[in-house]
């Protein structure tokens, strides 16, 4: 008898209404959104822009408080410390601090995962090495491109050795080879057993590291399941699902 | 603990590095070294002089200080998206919004030491060369040496910092700023030294003069988590127009740097009138970010 694995993160009937001065409800982001992620797979949230994928992240980080329904990290609610203590996130735009340099920047979130110092020293070392940034170390952020600066919100992300792993679009402006990087970096972590949530627009990405992805469109799930499972193209499935939606930004892309 | 200990750090550091922060220290140290020259060829009484232009200095520096280091390391973090990283992590909203506030007044605190340390070099300059200006009635002799040593603890800090800038890549802001700071500090120990002590009853009275600066620190970053920068910087505007008719319990500082005890009961009045507020200020703060989307 094989034993279900663990799950990580669990959205029951989620909703997120935005509202505006007068609390009247101006957006429906996410609308009564169901999931679940297991321990050590890779998930990914797939959709066009304004799908959801990304307040859906929030809500999982305790960023935002769902308007109903429930969200468990770990088991425990999302705004639990001891709950974020055991997750690394990278934003969909790398937010740094423009004043530090990149090792600064890394011991600065080695601190807020409350690695001792030493640890924390060695710990940055061993990240800007693997990012490919030792050469740069002690340069302000501020300088960067959007690629160095996407490699050192990486390297953020995994300072504190996190169980999770939340990635909202991880390839977003890298060129070909640093995305390819970055996925085979991804897909090294989940060979390591860590779990691996990860929000994308681009399906390459999603057929290339996801174990099992889900689907959204306008806030609702549209499909759930394992990639193998969704057709012999993710691409055909998801033009399938939701290529006949006229507002669907990236319909047009694909087609063309 | 650790976490908020590293935000308190990288925010000291983001306020000490910013230019507006290194422009109204120096602007402090200025107003300190030239107001009492013009004052004393006209009014005489140059220790008076030389202490009302650095509490001067201290009090309307201190709070544009205050007010813009607590606004922007505030905002900032909300408008960038930095605090979304570090809330992702295992720290409180709460305690991230002490921890920033915290920050800011840890910059504070060398700011106001910076500020202390010119204000007792030059009332000891001024003490010294009043002195010796009644004997020889040639003020511009006793007063050139003084200025001098003031503009130089000015200028040196940014000719430094720029050849640490141009030589070995140090951060010119950050570096001008804390050589500013140190310098200071280093011709207020020996100006201490020189005058046997007398001049450090200056640093009481800063003390005092630094609570209404906190009041505003904690009202702005309050605010700030709140309101975008404008609005924060005005309502900040409306605290300190409310804590002006108090502003004589902050100005006993005069009483400090005359002559006999020092007078404590003063110094306690100011810091009780000034606790309720800060904690009032930071106790909104923490409820507008737990409350925050």
């Known amino acids: 008898m094989t034993m279900e694995p663990e799950i990580v993160v669990s959205l029951n009937g989620v909703s997120k209404t935005f509202r505006d001065f007068w609390l009247r409800p101006t957006v429906v982001a996410v609308d009564a959104l169901s999931l679940g992620v297991r321990r050590g797979e890779v998930f990914g949230l797939l959709g066009p822009n304004g799908s959801g994928k990304s307040t859906t992240i929030k809500m999982i980080l305790g960023l935002l408080s769902p308007s109903a329904g429930e969200v468990r990290l770990f088991g425990l609610g999302p705004r639990s410390v001891a709950a974020r203590r055991r997750l690394g996130y990278l934003p969909e735009l790398s937010y740094l601090h423009p004043f530090l340099t990149a090792a600064e920047t890394l011991r600065y979130y080695a601190g807020l995962c409350s690695l001792p110092r030493r640890e924390a020293s060695r710990r940055t070392r061993e990240l800007l090495a693997m990012v490919g940034l030792e050469e740069v170390a002690n340069r302000p952020v501020g300088g960067f491109s959007k690629g160095m600066a996407r490699r050192v919100a990486l390297a953020s992300a995994l300072v504190g050795r996190p169980e999770l792993l939340v990635l909202d679009e991880p390839t977003s402006g890298l060129d070909p080879i640093s995305t390819k990087e970055v996925k085979t970096l991804v897909k090294a972590l989940a060979r390591g057993g860590m779990t691996v949530l990860t929000t994308s627009h681009m399906l390459a990405d999603a057929e290339d590291i996801c174990d099992r992805v889900m689907i959204l469109n306008h806030g609702k799930s549209v499909a759930e399941g394992r990639v193998a499972e969704l057709g012999t193209s993710l691409e055909e499935f998801f033009l399938a699902k939701v290529g006949d939606v006229q507002d669907f930004a990236l319909a047009p892309f694909l087609k063309g | ?293």
């Open chain 2, 1 to 293: 603990m650790k976490p908020y200990v590293s935000i308190t750090l990288a925010t000291a550091l983001e306020v000490a590095s910013s230019p507006l922060s290194l422009l109204v220290m120096l602007a402090a140290m200025a107003l300190e070294v030239f107001a009492p020259v013009f004052h004393y060829h006209q009014f005489g009484d140059p220790t008076r002089m030389a202490r009302d232009a650095a509490l001067s200095a201290l009090f309307t520096c201190g709070a544009v200080f205050a007010v813009f280091g607590a606004i922007r390391a505030v905002r900032r973090e909300i408008e960038t998206g930095t605090q979304e990283m570090a809330l992702a992590h295992a720290v409180a909203r709460g305690g991230f919004f002490l921890a920033k506030a915290a920050g800011v007044a840890v910059a504070f605190a060398v700011f106001a030491a910076a500020v202390s340390g010119t204000a007792v070099t030059m009332f000891t300059g001024a003490a010294i060369g009043g002195a010796i200006a009644e004997q020889t009635a040639q003020l511009a002799r006793v007063y050139g040496p003084c200025v001098a040593a003031g503009v130089a603890a000015i200028v040196l800090p940014l000719v430094l910092a720029a050849a640490l800038n141009r030589f070995f890549r140090f951060r010119f802001v950050l570096t001008a700023f804390f050589i500013a700071a140190g310098v200071s500090v280093a011709g207020g120990a020996v100006s201490a030294a020189l005058s046997g002590g007398d001049c450090l009853r200056l640093v009481p009275a800063v003390v005092l003069v630094a609570c209404p600066a906190l009041v505003l620190l904690s009202a702005a970053a309050a605010f700030a988590v709140r309101f975008r920068a404008n609005a924060a910087a005005a309502l900040c505007g409306v605290v300190l127009a409310a804590m002006l008719p108090a502003m004589d319990v902050y100005y006993r500082a005069e009483s400090l740097s005359r002559g006999g005890s020092i007078p404590l009961g003063d110094v306690a009045l100011a810091f009780a009138a000034a606790l309720p507020a800060v904690a009032g200020f930071l106790i909104f703060g923490i409820h507008f970010s737990l409350n925050r989307e």
